[in-house]
């Protein structure tokens, strides 16, 4: 990540590319999030470039989400976990 709060282009392509997939999935597998209700009402019912500039912000806002989960143990908000 560079210092404006976006997820740059100069990093690891894979990393990028996974990072978007993984918010894909998560808008998929856990539709009651708050990061999954944030995009639905930042997208509505837009498509095209305005969807994927979307995911990218979501995909850095799960990034920041999943890190807070890993050294803190806080959950994301609305997130279910499985046993």
């Known amino acids: ?3 404006d ?3 740059s282009r100069a ?3 894979r990393a990028r590319k996974a990072l978007i997939q993984l918010a894909w999935l998560w808008l998929r597998y856990q539709p009651g999030s708050a990061l999954a209700g944030w995009f639905r009402n930042r ?11 979307a995911i990218v912000a979501m995909a850095r806002k799960l990034l920041v989400a999943l890190w807070r989960y ?3 143990g806080i959950v994301p908000d609305g997130a279910e ?3």
């Open 1 to 3: 990540m560079d210092r």
């Open 5 to 7: 709060r976006r997820i």
């Open 11 to 13: 990093g690891n392509p």
């Open 43 to 53: 997208v509505g019912a837009l498509a095209g470039r305005t969807r994927r500039i």
């Open 70 to 72: 890993i050294e803190t």
């Open 81 to 83: 976990l499985k046993a």
